[in-house]
């Protein structure tokens, strides 16, 4: 069930059912070939030969070595073979073919081209897997690894070593889908054994190792290996798919393709039940559907979710006895409402054809389980099938999904997809529905997107509702009237409606044998009911075709009438007016070759009368008539011609009496018209055309060179047809029976044929094959009209361009049709120089079609017409004004070249075709007898095209093949453009026939090439380019391009002429040169100079030998011999191509652009097989500070490539797994670091951080120290870099250049960084001293503008050298860390906000794959120049303290779960800083934390135990940040108690003063003095205790202040933890905690920041997965957010709930019932808001049918609390709000059916309709319903209303309906 090569696809050939062997032995044999007109005796030893031709060539090519000529060829021949014999070979030699090409596929270091050839041979040999089960056939799994690494991940390509094309990794893919069947039972484990150590969810390695897994691991063969296969990583598999998130990751991809290939491959043998609703969570996720308040949208979808994948394991996990089905019913009820055309975007696009993709895949299980044969791999238990009660399920729960998507704006094709699929499944379910909205949209005049929509629908379903008689007999009585009703459709104001009926007519009629049985019932007694009505119907057809002929006239009339009054709108509808002639033509050849002879007569009979007497004009009309007429001539000639051809013949030779008319421009239109009906009518049988051929003959020879040139257009399309007819090999009828319908109905009766798919042995063709009289005629028409052609041109040097033109295209038409009756040139051989060791001619079949050959006088036709055009084309090259003639010319020398029967281009689009006839006709459950009778006709037609074009006789290659090249080259660089183009698209075509023929014309492009002007022009110097381009032959392959063409001859001689083409500098002609250099930059290939055979290769190739019935003896020495030369001389062409243009560079003869081509150039010849020389050292050594950017940028790439061609090769260590005690071994230990040249030297360094991350290999390679070599020591070719390097001013400009380049696009340059870690690789430590000046000049520039730049470049060179430095020893690093950490730290205490991004990827760069213990003083200083920042706080900006943090972060990050003490550090360094005051530091204090809190996950919980821990910080500022709010309060309250405090001291100094004027005794009253004292004491004490309080008060508010910015980190870090690190986004229980928390604060008006931040939170929150084991936590969590006291805390919490419950629904299934009491719960809220978010929450989830209405309690309790009665005054205010609940219930209810009417909705909207005059809030609440459903329900307000008693109606439209003013 694989959708690339599992039983479940859904195109299937018709010879299927003869999939078995045949009686022959043969695998399969060509079922085909019995149809064709060659005795099968005769084509069986034609095959026999043939085959054998192929194995002897073929394996004696590979034992003689020569695999790139030899070996190839035959093998592209065996291809051939199997495209016309298919497998018809033993078992045993498709078991020895299979294993030599496989061999030959997985042999290392070869050619991608020759590769590309062998695997599609390969692949062509396991098309049909069937035949050859894993007991057959083993293959290896290493050797295809091996070629998988080498192709896709090779060193080389990416250093400019070996190029390798971009097809590489589409063209391994399939070899390994194809391998992996046939991997033996143990290749599991080793697979598994060898790539679980990469799986580390931290690492991009997991990404590298799904991917191969994913490719490799076998999920298919017998029952009993399956413990050995899917078992050993299942479950290990599915917990990190349950566990981990890598939707973002890459590996998410590949792990659901995995499970769905195992899922189809082992229906119903694999338990999926506990994990079916994560499944469809995840997958519901993946849409990113729409859902919850626009606040909260996440718009995207999920990249890595390929559905074809997903809904593949969707459908295979279904079984009767688990809950899949259930799950895709919810899943389809959740999506419905966004296939509603009435939404539109993004989401709904994937959503339709994620439905298609389900509908075709359920039902090819249904194919695969009842209709095909049981095999080894595709077996099903018979308990575990689909039950027929699913299957109805099933297409009930579509069935909605694609009657609503059919109109939606994206268009209808998806939906016609499903309805297709169904309706074959469940007939009666969808074509009763679906033709009830076809009439519909057939009486509304008003929506006619709904008419074509409907119309597509109808199309699709046509063999459905033809067939199923079973299941829907009623099926059949539609047909006819719906023929009927269509045809309003035919519009010349609807061109699309008028396309899409044409098709609809033609569907129907393809399928249904269309005769009168009216009175089948007088003559039969066996009817049926059914079948009685049906012939009571075909009294009909009559009406019909009569109604569809008038309709016709009409289109026909009204589009000549647009025609007549605007040529304006002539031109713009051109292509419509060609789309409807062309569908027109075709249903006119269905509809009337399918119909009795009697009702044909009529017919025929009322178009006569139509067109017999009037006259068309011939450029609208009167194609549309020919198209009519076509249809007629070609189902019955008999009938026909006798009435057209005499006709026209009559009218043509009287209009012709005159011989001015022929000389006249513009003729009479009835001789144009007559000329294009008769020239329409030729294409039938060709015995019917016999009697009239003096006729014809007649009428060409006065119209053939009628000045008119539409007249004589006509008039040579009627001289090609007739001779294509008369001489021509076709079938005669493609009718869907043999049966004659005009029989007695007692004897046939032809509905019963209906839609009558016939298994191959029913089907005979009635071929058309030329009788002698026929071939005779072709020799006559040959010779009265080509020959005085030819003699006419010979005799007159000097003819009129139109006469000359008339002529040529004459010749051109004859030569069209004939080539099966040319012989080839004769002529001397032309040898082309091969370097094969096999014969290469092309075999040729020896029982031919006809030996029948056409001559002129005697003479070879194709000799005697090239001794006629040669000298032509010669003679008009100096002429002016010949384009067309040359054009034509160019036509010719194809027909000459290329014709011998058939061209492969048009077989292969006929094969296309009936591939798509296939589809459309075809039936897609069915085997045998699935096709219709015309498409195995068409099949056995484009088998006998293919028969003919093995017959074609391309060989040898003469001299006159090389003349009429040479002429072509002429061509194609001459004046017109259109010449070239015509001549390029010939020559194109011929490379692709004759092997190697382009060497021929390879030196005259390089001499024009190469010619300065005069000598050349400047039209042969375009044309030239244009050769070399080929924009033509890049059209059919880029490779045809002579540019980029394989061929190491062509290479040599061709590149150095186009670096020395530059003769002109138009633009269209550097734009020519621009496209070749693209092109070669793109698809160039290195070619090999050696092609390696493997032992494996010769053992597979001699097993062969030895099965041959002549074995043949080979010279294995001389083999080996030749192979040497073949080297030897690729070898020294390839030296000489480079050395000529290294001299062209060095002789500075060439313009900077074509300089810098030629080192481009020499770029693409750098080889891993070959040490570059000196010279081309030198040119990109000093190109490295060339003043141009694009030859610096090509200099570091190149001397890239040369210094990892020249790196170290050190040995591999390795170390035992069990050599570590445990994971702790490779985590690093501040404690425990190599500070010292001893412990270094006993460090075994494991630099991949993946390595026990959860698994171990066998063997741990480690790094030790090996450093470079002095340069002294060094080779010249290096030596000579460093000399650059060591020169001061060398190193200084180039630091200047690489510091300004790309200024705009001022990014972190890998190839930069690249280049500096290949020179600190491959030079040491000496390559830095070299720098070190050049660095500090960078560093002390003060130039603000260039500073980015500056600190970008250095920021690459730092992280450059780290890397090269892998194999430094201790006292390099110390030496290095010395300098480069102060320069690290000037730059990044300096850095600017732009350099930020560039020191964070320098540094992550350094760290990558690196072991920690070797960077220890990296990370020792990141975390100093943290704490430094930390202690200095006072001078840091927050500029450079949160860059520090990013740095750290940036370090921390790339070695993972390695560093858990850091981390830890970290952690707890951050905790002290989460107060910060400033929101970018927060910011990025929140994001460490996420990194450092990252491997917080169960799966890795027993490695990372020393890791932080979430719980830990959660724990520590949950109840700061719980104290929050209290905290808040009673600052308020707080804030008013000093207020009241502080009047006090001012009443207490008052008091003093009132006392002093109160007069008192003397006794008593104390003295001024004393009385002042106390009054001061008294304000001092006051004093205190004001700024006591006030000094709490400051102390408390600045303690809630911290909490806050608390608060705030603790949201940046959550919001990091669900944006960024989507990976593992899953709820904790630490984490629910914060709901409670956050909620309040999302409606934090004082504070936008904390605000935003808790918004983001619950975004991202909500979209989140609830895992299933804290959903109970999450509940309670809830309760306790909605019992908050604030408002808008519960309004969050049912804001969050919305997306909550349905991307959840699934794992909350069980908890329906608590979280419906929650939202009902909160509908009695007393704030409107919350009250109204509780109702919008209800509506979503009756809407995904969360919550259920089936039981009706909800609709009881809503209808409870909306009976209350309320006045307009004196409402209590409970009633108020118990009535406003209900009513906000029910209104919920209502609106959970925006597109739909269920039963209970009338209901409802009539007691919602009740209260629509009570008080606020009960009257805007029902207001708003109402109108809410008349703007959802107001498209489908017709089908609506059924729904509603006319007492409702009445009641709704009352409301809903404003009252006319002038009512």
Request: hydrophobic share 40%.
């Amino acid at each position: 069930m694989e959708c690339e090569d599992v039983n479940m696809d859904t195109e299937e050939k018709a010879s299927d059912s003869n999939l078995d062997q045949t009686q022959d032995g043969f695998q399969k044999a060509s079922r085909y070939l019995n149809l064709l007109p060659i005795p099968i005796d005769k084509l069986n030893a034609d095959a026999d030969r043939y085959f054998q031709l192929i194995k002897n060539r073929l394996s004696s090519a590979v034992l003689l070595l020569d695999i790139k000529q030899g070996a190839r060829y035959w093998a592209s021949q065996l291809q051939r073979y199997i495209k016309i014999y298919s497998l018809r070979f033993t078992k045993q030699e498709h078991i020895d073919l299979v294993k030599l090409l496989f061999q030959l596929v997985v042999t290392p270091d070869q050619e991608c081209s020759v590769t590309y050839i062998f695997i599609s041979v390969f692949n062509k040999l396991l098309q049909k897997k069937k035949l050859l089960s894993p007991d057959d056939l083993s293959l290896p799994w290493k050797p295809v690894y091996d070629l998988w690494h080498e192709l896709l991940n090779n060193k080389d390509d990416s250093h400019g070593r070996r190029f390798i094309p971009p097809y590489a990794e589409n063209m391994v893919m399939n070899f390994i889908k194809q391998c992996r069947v046939y991997f033996p039972v143990e290749a599991t484990q080793e697979i598994l054994d060898k790539f679980k150590p990469y799986i580390c969810p931290f690492d991009n390695s997991m990404n590298d190792a799904f991917e191969v897994m994913a490719l490799f691991l076998p999920t298919t063969g017998p029952l009993e290996r399956h413990s050995r296969m899917y078992k050993l990583w299942f479950d290990e598999f599915m917990g990190i798919y349950v566990n981990l998130d890598g939707s973002r990751l890459g590996w998410e991809s590949k792990i659901l393709s995995l499970f769905s290939r195992l899922s189809g491959h082992n229906i119903g043998l694999i338990d999926w039940e506990p994990h079916i609703p994560h499944i469809f969570a995840r997958i519901l996720r993946a849409f990113g559907l729409p859902v919850g308040p626009a606040k909260y949208q996440l718009s995207h979808a999920d990249p890595s979710y390929e559905f074809s994948s997903v809904f593949l394991w969707v459908v295979a996990m279904v079984t009767p006895t688990n809950s899949a089905m259930a799950h895709i019913a919810q899943f389809l009820h959740t999506v419905e409402p966004f296939l509603h055309p009435s939404n539109h975007g993004w989401s709904q696009r994937g959503l339709h054809g994620a439905i298609s993709k389900l509908c075709q895949l359920f039902t090819a299980r249904v194919k695969l389980e009842r209709y095909k044969k049981p095999t080894w791999d595709n077996y099903v238990p018979r308990e575990m099938r689909l039950t027929d009660d699913q299957i109805s399920q099933f297409v009930d729960l579509v069935k909605p999904l694609i009657f609503t998507g059919l109109f939606s704006k994206h268009g209808p094709q998806d939906m016609t997809s499903c309805l297709f699929n169904l309706a074959f499944l469940r007939p009666e379910k969808l074509l009763p529905l679906h033709l009830e909205n076809l009439y519909q949209a057939l009486e509304n005049l008003t929506e006619p997107h709904r008419l074509k929509a409907t119309l597509l629908g109808t199309i699709a379903v046509c063999r459905a509702l033809v067939t199923c008689t079973d299941s829907y007999p009623e099926g059949r009585l539609q047909v006819i009237p719906l023929l009927q009703l269509c045809l309003p459709g035919i519009d010349s104001n609807d061109s699309s409606k008028t396309v899409s009926t044409f098709q609809l007519i033609t569907m129907l009629s393809a399928l249904t044998p269309l005769a009168d049985c009216s009175e089948a019932h007088l003559q039969r007694t066996d009817l049926s009911e059914l079948e009685r009505e049906l012939c009571s119907q075909t009294a009909q057809l009559q009406d019909f075709i009569f109604i569809f002929i008038d309709r016709i006239f009409v289109l026909i009339e009204g589009l000549a009438l647009d025609h007549h009054e605007s040529a304006a709108a002539r031109s713009r509808s051109s292509m419509m007016e060609a789309m409807i002639e062309s569908v027109l033509k075709t249903a006119s050849i269905s509809l009337f070759q399918q119909m009795s002879r009697s009702l044909f007569k009529l017919s025929f009979e009322k178009v006569w009368n139509y067109i017999s007497n009037r006259v068309f004009e011939v450029l609208v009309a009167g194609k549309l008539v020919t198209a009519l007429v076509y249809g007629m001539v070609k189902a019955q000639p008999s009938l026909t011609l006798p009435h057209i051809i005499p006709h026209c013949c009559k009218n043509i030779l009287d209009l012709t009496n005159n011989a001015d008319v022929c000389t006249d421009e513009r003729p009479d239109n009835a001789l144009l018209w007559n000329l294009l009906l008769i020239s329409e009518c030729m294409l039938v049988t060709g015995s019917v055309l016999l009697p009239y051929t003096e006729d014809i003959s007649t009428v060409l020879d006065r119209t053939l060179h009628m000045t008119n040139t539409t007249g004589h257009l006509f008039s040579c399309a009627l001289l090609e047809r007739f001779i294509k007819t008369v001489g021509g090999i076709y079938p005669n009828d493609l009718r869907s029976i043999e049966h004659d319908l005009d029989q007695p109905l007692s004897q046939y009766l032809p509905i019963r044929d209906w839609g009558f798919a016939p298994t191959l042995s029913q089907v005979t063709v009635d071929w058309h094959i030329p009788t002698s009289e026929a071939l005779n005629t072709i020799q006559d028409t040959i010779t009265r009209f080509l020959l005085p052609e030819l003699k006419y041109l010979d005799e007159n040097v000097d003819c009129d361009r139109e006469d000359l033109q008339r002529r040529l295209k004459i010749i051109a038409d004859c030569l069209k049709n004939i080539g099966l009756y040319l012989p080839t040139f004769q002529s001397d051989p032309h040898v082309i120089e091969s370097e094969g060791a096999v014969d290469t001619t092309r075999y040729k079949v020896q029982h031919r079609i006809t030996q029948f050959t056409v001559t002129l006088e005697g003479e070879n036709t194709r000799n005697r017409v090239m001794q006629t055009i040669h000298p032509l084309m010669v003679r008009l090259l100096s002429k002016d004004d010949s384009a067309k003639p040359l054009s034509i010319i160019a036509v010719i020398y194809a027909s000459l070249l290329l014709n011998f029967g058939v061209e492969i281009e048009n077989v292969n689009q006929r094969a296309k075709n009936v591939k798509t006839i296939k589809h459309s006709l075809g039936h897609p459950l069915h085997l045998a007898g699935s096709q219709v009778r015309m498409v195995h006709v068409e099949c056995a037609y484009v088998q006998l095209c293919r028969m003919i074009y093995l017959q074609s006789d391309f060989d040898p290659f003469t001299q006159l093949h090389a003349t009429i090249y040479n002429d072509l080259v002429l061509l194609a660089t001459s004046r017109y453009e259109d010449v070239q183009s015509m001549s390029r698209r010939v020559l194109a075509k011929c490379f692709q026939e004759f092997k190697s023929s382009q060497r021929v014309i390879v030196p005259d492009i390089c001499k024009l090439l190469i010619t300065p002007p005069p000598e050349v022009t400047e039209e042969q110097f375009k044309g030239a380019l244009g050769l070399v381009y080929n924009a033509e032959g890049s059209m059919t392959s880029p490779y045809y391009s002579l540019a980029v063409l394989r061929d190491t001859v062509v290479q040599r001689q061709l590149w150095p002429a186009i670096v020395q083409a530059q003769h002109s500098e138009k633009p269209n002609i550097q734009l020519l040169v621009d496209k070749i250099i693209k092109k070669i930059e793109k698809h160039y290939e290195t070619n090999h100079f050696t092609f390696p055979v493997t032992e494996g290769s010769k053992s597979a190739a001699q097993v062969i030998q030895r099965k041959l019935s002549q074995p043949v003896e080979l010279d294995l020495a001389a083999g080996e011999s030749a192979a040497r030369v073949r080297t030897e001389k690729y070898k020294g062409m390839y030296v000489e191509l480079r050395d000529e243009l290294m001299s062209l560079i060095y002789a500075d003869v060439l313009q900077w652009k074509h300089k810098e081509f030629a080192m481009e150039l020499v770029a693409f010849l750098q080889r891993n097989d070959l040490d570059p020389t000196v010279q081309e050292v030198d040119l990109f050594s000093r190109s490295l500070i060339d003043d141009a950017v694009s030859v610096r940028k090509l200099a570091i790439g190149v001397v890239t490539g040369i210094l990892f061609h020249h790196k170290g090769k050190h040995p591999k260590e390795y170390v035992a797994s069990t050599a570590f005690k445990s994971y702790t071994a490779l985590q690093y230990d501040p404690n425990n670091v190599p500070d010292t040249e001893e412990k270094w030297a006993e460090t075994s360094f494991v630099e991949k951080t993946y390595w026990g991350c959860k698994h171990w290999p066998d063997k741990v390679p480690i790094t030790r120290s090996h450093p470079p070599p002095s340069p002294n020591e060094l080779p010249e070719v290096q030596r000579l870099i460093y000399t650059c390097f060591s020169d001061v001013t060398f190193t200084l400009t180039l630091f200047k250049y690489l510091s300004l380049q790309d200024r705009e696009k001022d990014k972190f340059s890998n190839s930069t960084y690249s280049f500096f870690k290949a020179l600190a690789r491959n030079y040491g430590p000496a390559i830095v001293e070299c720098c070190k000046e050049a660095i500090a000049k960078l560093q002390s520039d003060t130039d603000h503008l260039t500073e980015s730049s500056r600190q970008r470049l250095v920021a690459e060179f730092v992280a450059g050298v780290v890397r090269g430095s892998k194999y430094w020893s201790f006292n390099q690093m110390n030496e290095l860390f010395d300098w480069l950490l102060p320069t690290v730290k000037k730059a990044i205490t300096n850095v600017s906000d732009e350099a930020i991004t560039h020191w964070g990827t320098s540094i992550a760069t350094c760290c990558e794959d690196r072991e920690p213990k070797k960077l220890y003083r990296l990370y020792q200083f990141l975390l100093e120049e943290v704490q430094t920042v930390d202690h200095d706080s006072s001078s840091a900006t927050s500029l450079q303290t949160s860059s520090r943090l990013y740095f750290l972060q940036a370090a921390l990050g790339q070695q993972q779960w390695r560093i858990p003490e850091l981390n830890a550090y970290t952690t707890q360094l951050i905790k002290e800083r989460l107060a910060c005051p400033f929101k970018s530091i927060r910011t990025r204090l929140g994001s460490v934390l996420c990194s450092c809190y990252i491997f917080d996950i169960p799966y890795m919980d027993k490695h990372c135990w020393h890791n932080p821990k979430r719980a830990e910080l959660i724990n520590t500022v949950l109840p700061l940040v719980k104290e929050l709010e209290e905290s808040t309060d009673k600052e308020l309250g707080a804030t008013s108690d000093c207020d009241s405090n502080a009047a006090t001291p001012l009443t207490g100094l008052a008091t003093p003063t009132s006392g002093l004027d109160t007069p008192t005794s003397g006794k008593d009253t104390p003295s001024s003095e004393e009385s002042t004292l106390g009054v001061v004491s008294s304000a001092l004490a006051a004093i205190e205790v004001l700024e006591l309080e006030t000094n709490m008060e400051v102390e408390e508010r600045s303690e809630n202040s911290r909490k806050k910015l608390i608060f705030k980190t603790v949201l940046s870090w959550l919001h990091s933890n669900f944006e960024r690190y989507t990976m593992y986004q899953k709820w904790t229980p630490e984490i629910l905690k914060f709901i409670p928390i956050i909620c309040p604060h999302t409606a934090n008006y004082s504070d936008p920041e904390l605000r935003s931040l808790a918004q983001n939170a619950v975004k991202y929150m909500s979209k989140t997965l609830l895992p299933q084991e804290l959903v109970s936590d999450f509940i309670h969590v809830i309760r306790e957010a909605i019992g908050l006291e604030s408002w808008h805390a519960r309004t969050t919490v049912l804001e969050l709930l919305q997306p909550m419950i349905f991307l959840n629904q699934f794992t909350l299934s069980d908890y329906t019932s608590q979280i419906q009491d929650i939202v009902v719960h909160l509908l009695s809220d007393e704030r409107i808001e919350v009250k109204l978010a509780a109702a919008t929450t209800l509506s979503g989830g009756i809407q995904c049918r969360f919550f259920k209405l089936d039981n009706g309690i909800l609709l009881k309790h809503f209808k409870r609390l909306a009976d209350v009665k309320l006045k307009s005054k004196n409402n209590k205010s409970e009633r108020l709000q118990q009535c406003h609940t209900g009513l906000l219930g029910l209104g919920a209810v209502v609106r959970a059916y925006p597109y739909d009417v269920p039963n209970v909705i009338p209901e409802l909207l009539m007691i919602l309709s009740a209260h629509v005059h009570d008080p606020q809030p009960v009257q805007k609440t029902v207001k708003d319903v109402l109108s809410e459903f008349k703007r959802t329900h107001h498209d489908n307000w017709m089908d609506h209303k059924q729904k509603f008693t006319d007492d409702q109606l009445v009641v709704l439209t009352n409301l809903l309906v404003s009252p006319s003013y002038y009512a």
